[in-house]
């Protein structure tokens, strides 16, 4: 049980709170304590005035006694001194004692007869009722006992002691003293003994019988219990027997003994000696040296005082309890109509307040009950009024709640960022976005400062914002970039003062959208725009380059032709330059072929080339082009690697490449290693239609030059790019379209400062049936037969092909465009052995044209001229297997050739 | 708390008992279970008579609550004072009375001194034995029962011895004139006059004496003052029966001599040293009993010993007459010397 409820129990707490609660009761109560402190009062005043008189009554009836013992006893003693005195003077004494005495001085002796004589005198005396123990006659000289009635005393000496000394010179009474003789305290009175003569011949000594002492003071008085006894100066009560003699044996000792001892005379309430509380007399007795005590015991004594309280409290207490029942009934009457209005109050407090209280009278209860009444009414409006008002609130408040919640759906669920802060730097307002987007929840960032949520840079940017809001108070917008868990994110934020009603801004409201994404996808697009100009650009520049070089080609290819004929034609000291021609356009061919094939626009002749061939005729021209210092290393694998590919781009890939490697190394010695193996083939990155083969030819080139660095390396395939003074950069873009083109791949790896190596796969092919040797075939001149007709629209192209085929025994037809060509054709169908076709020609083009051919006739041999046209030139093979390949700018055994196989097909 | 209370007679035993109690007090008081008690010395004197020392003792039992009383030194007080301390249960020690009826029959009364019978032998015995003596002569207070008893237990060990005893008798209230009474012992030409009286008494005897022509040689008791008798030229030559000698060998002895006369600038009696010595006794046998109540004191006090004090060496063995040595002494002038100690029972 708990301390309170404990003391909520307790009987204290029980009676005060019930009589707190009970009017009546508080009444009666209040009246009963009254008249009981009143008879308590009462009755404790009559007590002590009781017990005072009785003490003085008590006393003076003491006193009484004290003084008519004193008197006995004093009266008592000296009727012993005077029947000592009596007797000493009486003849038997006054005749024999002398006689004794002198009978002692002669014999030595006491005469027994004289001696018998005078005990019985003395014996008689006791006896006759003499209040003595003992009576003994001693000699004057020295105290000797001449006679006693105790024998065995006669004999002894008394010299010493004082009632004999005293009782030589005269009567005397020695007071209470402890008699060592005797054996115990006494008195004793002592006369002189004379002679007829009058001289003192002995003391007559008597020792008192002090029970008649004892009688006299215990003497009953009247029926009041009283202890009367007389102490002497040691305390030693006179009577010891009656005290027990054992346990007064350091004296008895009281108030009234003490005072008494020291001379006082006196009364009081005290203690006696056994502790019992007396009303005490106490008297000194001088003369005698002796206190006599009077005693009466309190208990007794006042006992009538008591009786007197006890009868006064009960019938007091009886009367205030009848009184009580009185005042309660008169009470009950007085509190109902108070009683009733409480109760009133109670239901009114309870909550009802129809009710009204009893208007029971005129007097202030009335009045009060009134009053009452008319409160509790206007109590009741007051309490429609408000619940009338309460409810109105109630349902403002409901539709402020849902409000409220329809916003806080709304910027809960925004998919923007939504936040508060106020003016102190802390975060008022965060949506769930905020939260997920920092990785926090609402409860951890509500209430803190900006500073705790977000980082030390963002803060300081969120700060500025909310600060030029709270400044200029406008609404602001600005991109910022925020650092979340995920990373940096970019917002464009608004950012608007909130305002109370009065206008005051309290905080910064700032919404947010996230624009990291597109930031992003613009970034990208930017890029990839960037890459499709780049793209552009190049292929432009293809465009161009293909133009110019498939222009190029044709006036090359007339060049050349006209240069090899001028050739065969031209006297010694001309030939020389005209080598230089042919050199040279060889040459510008060889750029054209370079430009085209980055371009991709080169036109194939495919064919199954051997690799190590190619480096093989290669190497003169390699070896001239290297500086001395150059070690030139063969690792050639002997058997014939054998590739498909344009033979002329192959020895353009392996001439680009020494060429690379011998300027690598420069000026300074060095190696540059060839190799050629056949290795098993790697599907991963494979391209095109090589991706059957199960081998690849691997071509090799390492120099030990200067190398290149990750930038160089990275770049040294676009074209344009350079390191070199001289050069147009388009080399190795080349290459790498040669061999992309040819379904193989192309790697370096380079070390600075060391060295490089070019690697080459390419998709091995198998040996040619024919291992024709190329361009170089060199059939017989002149010995031809059959008709062949040239389709071009260049007139110089017409007429070096018709130089070379007359030359070569044929008869040429010359056609100027597609369709003349056609009708030509058609109007010699049976004569033509081949035909030269130039696939790019305006109007009807050359696909068109052997098409229609075609039509007309299936194996007719025909010779396609292409300058650029890849495409067109694939078609055309896809078409007609048939065909031959003649890419400009051509020499005269190429045209040989062509048409030499071309007519052999055809025969 | 009460100390042990005294009644002294005599300006030597008060002195004696005040320095044993300040001695006591300086050095912590009387240890009863662990707590220190002062001692305290209430002093009552009493006029000579016996009823007056009863009374006196009677005073400091019920009125001084002492709880051990010390003294009287004169025999016949002594008795008188010992009834009332049997009967009260309050210890007393007289550290000088030697009569026998003192400590006779009681349970609570001690003395230091050897009794008279010891007395009464040892100077029957030097007279006999020493002297040669074979006449001696005996003057008593017939009154006294001190010198009546001491006087018959000499002539007891006397005539047992082989000689022949006269006495005479006076009463203590003829203090000046013996000549008579000596007559009659002169007469019969002792060899030895023996006068067991009390002190001045002895010396008005001596001289008279003399005067008559009695070349005796004087045996005294130890109711003599040989201190106040070097100015008695007749007392020269006596053989004094005494409790206590300042020649004594015991180093307590010279000790108590030196702080006596230190603290009251003077030689000590007997009486001071055996006072002294009772006072002592008393509180130890507190201090061993562990309690004030009297008969648990007395007790201690029956069983004390040996004890070597101021005034030689005692043991109690169970009453209340302790063993000890008995000295006789002869007076040389200003002093006296021991000429013989025998041990006592």
Redesign the interface.
């Known amino acids: 049980m708990t301390e309170r409820s404990r003391s909520r129990l307790s009987p204290v707490r029980l009676a005060t709170s019930f009589i707190g609660q009970s009017l009546r009761v508080r009444m009666t109560v209040a009246f009963g304590v009254a008249g009981g402190l009143t008879v308590v009062l009462v009755s404790g005043v009559s007590y002590e005035r009781a017990r005072r008189a009785l003490r003085s009554v008590v006393t003076e009836r003491l006193t009484g006694v004290a003084d008519r013992r004193a008197v006995d006893v004093s009266r008592w003693i000296t009727q012993q001194s005077d029947l000592v005195r009596f007797i000493a003077g009486i003849p038997s004494m006054t005749d024999g004692v002398p006689l004794l005495v002198s009978g002692r001085a002669a014999t030595n002796g006491p005469d027994p007869v004289v001696q018998r004589r005078v005990t019985a005198v003395l014996d008689s005396a006791r006896r006759a009722g003499v209040a003595v123990s003992e009576l003994t006659v001693m000699s004057a000289r020295g105290g000797r006992v001449l006679a006693s009635t105790n024998p065995g005393e006669v004999g002894t000496y008394h010299v010493d002691d004082l009632y004999f000394r005293e009782g030589l010179r005269g009567p005397f009474t020695q007071n209470f003293y402890p008699s060592h003789h005797l054996g115990r305290p006494t008195m004793t009175a002592a006369a002189p003994v004379r002679s007829p003569d009058g001289t003192v011949v002995a003391v007559l000594a008597a020792h008192l019988d002090l029970r008649q002492i004892e009688d006299i003071v215990e003497q009953k008085s009247g029926r009041m219990p009283i202890e009367v006894y007389l102490v002497d100066r040691f305390s030693d009560p006179v009577s010891a027997d009656r005290f027990r003699r054992v346990d007064v044996r350091r004296g008895l000792h009281s108030l009234g003994i003490d005072s008494a001892l020291s001379g006082h005379d006196g009364s009081g309430l005290y203690l006696n000696y056994a502790g019992v509380p007396v009303i005490g007399i106490y008297r000194w007795i001088p003369e005698r040296e002796l206190a006599l005590i009077v005693e009466s015991p309190q208990a007794a004594a006042f006992a009538p005082a008591r009786n007197l309280l006890a009868v006064i409290l009960s019938i007091g207490i009886g009367a205030v309890a009848l009184m009580a029942v009185v005042a309660h009934r008169i009470a009950g009457h007085v509190a109902s109509p108070i009683l009733s209005l409480a109760r009133s109050a109670e239901r009114v407090a309870q909550g009802d307040l129809d009710v009204r209280a009893t208007v029971a009278t005129g007097d202030e209860v009335g009045f009060l009950a009134v009053s009452f009444n008319q409160m509790t009414h206007r109590l009741r409006k007051l309490v429609e009024d408000l619940n009338g008002q309460v409810a109105a609130t109630m349902a403002a408040l409901d539709a402020l709640r849902e409000n409220q919640a329809l916003v806080q759906g709304i910027v809960d669920n925004s998919a923007m960022l939504v936040a508060v802060i106020d003016f102190d730097g802390q975060f008022v307002l965060v949506n769930r976005h905020f939260e997920s987007l920092f990785a926090r929840r609402r409860e951890d960032i509500l209430g803190r400062a900006v500073v705790e949520v977000l980082s030390e840079r963002d803060a300081e940017s969120l700060r500025q914002t909310v600060s030029a809001v709270h400044n200029g108070g406008e609404v602001a917008e600005s991109e910022i970039i925020v650092s979340t868990p995920d990373g940096d994110r970019t917002f464009l934020s608004v950012s608007f003062p909130l305002r109370h009603a009065d206008g005051a801004a309290y905080a910064v409201g700032i919404v947010a959208s996230d624009i990291t994404e597109r930031q992003r996808a613009e970034a990208e697009r930017r890029r990839l725009e960037l890459q499709m100009q780049h793209a552009q650009k190049l292929e432009s520049l293809g465009v161009l380059a293909g133009g110019v070089a498939h222009d190029f080609n044709n006036l090359l290819a007339a060049v050349h032709v006209n240069a090899e004929l001028a050739l065969a034609e031209a006297p010694g000291h001309v030939r020389q330059s005209i080598q230089q021609i042919l050199v040279a356009t060889r040459r510008a061919s060889e750029l054209t072929r370079q430009m085209l094939a980055y371009a991709g626009k080169a036109s194939l002749e495919r064919r199954t080339v051997d690799l190590n061939e190619s480096v093989r005729d290669l190497l003169e021209l390699a070896k001239a082009t290297f500086s001395k210092k150059v070690e030139l290393r063969m690792d050639m694998s002997p058997q014939p690697m054998w590739v498909l590919a344009d033979s002329a781009q192959i020895s353009q890939v392996v001439l680009n490449l020494l060429t690379n490697a011998a300027e690598a190394i420069g000026d300074r010695v060095g190696t540059v290693t060839i190799g050629t193996a056949l290795v098993p083939h790697d599907q991963n990155g494979a391209v095109g239609d090589a991706s059957r083969a199960t081998t690849d030819v691997r071509f090799t080139v390492s120099d030990t030059g200067k190398g290149m660095s990750e930038e160089t390396k990275r770049r040294i395939f676009e074209p344009f790019y350079t390191t070199k003074a001289s050069g147009r950069g388009l080399g190795l873009a080349a290459v790498l379209g040669i061999v992309k083109s040819a379904g193989g791949r192309l790697s370096v790896s380079s070390v600075e400062g060391q060295g490089s190596t070019f690697e080459i796969l390419l998709p091995s092919a198998e040996a040619p049936i024919e291992a024709g040797r190329g361009p170089i075939s060199d059939p017989a001149m002149g010995a031809a037969t059959g008709c062949v007709l040239v389709v071009d629209d260049e007139p110089m192209l017409r007429a070096v092909a018709n130089r070379v085929l007359s030359r070569m025994g044929y008869e040429v037809i010359e056609a100027a465009d597609g369709v003349e060509g056609l009708r030509l054709f058609k109007q010699n169908r049976e004569r033509v052995s081949a035909v030269v076709l130039d696939m790019t020609m305006p109007g009807m083009d050359g696909a068109e044209v052997l098409r229609q051919i075609r039509q007309c006739d299936a194996d007719v041999a025909v010779i396609v001229v292409s300058g650029y046209d890849a495409r067109n030139t694939a078609v055309a093979r896809s078409l007609d297997p048939a065909v031959e390949f003649l890419q400009k700018p051509f020499g005269i055994d190429d045209l040989v050739a062509a048409v030499t196989r071309g007519a052999r097909v055809r025969a | 708390m009460d100390g042990p209370g005294a009644s002294i007679s005599g300006q030597s035993s008060l002195a004696g008992a005040r320095l044993a109690v300040e001695e006591l007090n300086a050095s912590g008081g009387i240890a009863v279970r662990g707590v220190r008690h002062h001692v305290r010395l209430i002093e009552r004197g009493y006029e ?5 020392a ?2 006196q003792a ?2 400091l ?3 001084d ?1 002492v709880d051990v009383l010390i003294g009287p030194q004169l025999s ?1 007080h002594a ?2 004072a010992s ?2 301390a049997e ?3 309050v210890p007393m020690i007289s550290p000088m009375s030697s009569n026998p009826a003192t400590t006779q029959g009681k349970r609570f009364v001690f003395r230091l001194a050897y009794l008279d019978a010891v007395q009464g032998e040892i100077l029957a015995r030097y007279a006999f034995k020493r002297m040669e003596a074979r006449r001696a002569a005996v003057l008593f207070d ?3 029962p001190y010198s009546r008893d001491l006087a018959a237990l000499f002539r007891k060990s006397f005539e047992a011895l082989g000689g022949r005893v006269v006495t005479g008798e006076f ?4 203090l000046v004139e013996f000549r008579p009474a000596l007559r009659r012992l002169a007469a019969t030409r002792p060899d030895v006059l023996f006068l067991p009286n009390m002190a001045l008494v002895d010396s008005v005897q001596m001289r008279q004496a003399r005067s008559l022509g009695m070349t005796a040689t004087f045996l005294g008791s130890d109711a003599w003052d040989p201190p106040s008798l070097s100015v008695v030229p007749e007392a020269t030559g006596a053989i004094v029966a005494r409790q206590w000698h300042e020649e004594m060998p015991q180093a307590e002895v010279s000790g108590f001599i030196a702080r006596y006369r230190a603290r009251w600038g003077e030689a000590p009696r007997a009486t001071a040293a055996m006072t002294y010595d009772a006072i002592r006794i008393a509180a130890m046998a507190v201090g061993r009993a562990g309690t004030l109540d009297g008969a648990s004191v007395a007790m201690a006090i029956a069983r004390f010993g040996p004890f070597t004090g101021a005034g030689g060496t005692v043991r109690f063995t169970g009453t209340g007459d302790p063993e000890r040595n008995a000295v006789l002494t002869v007076i040389r002038g200003r002093s006296d010397s021991i000429v013989e100690v025998v041990a006592a029972r």
């Open positions: 000579n008579r016996s009823d007056d009863s009374s009677r005073a039992i019920n009125l609550s016949p008795v008188a009834s009332v009967e009260a249960h017939v009154a006294n009463t203590s209230d003829e």
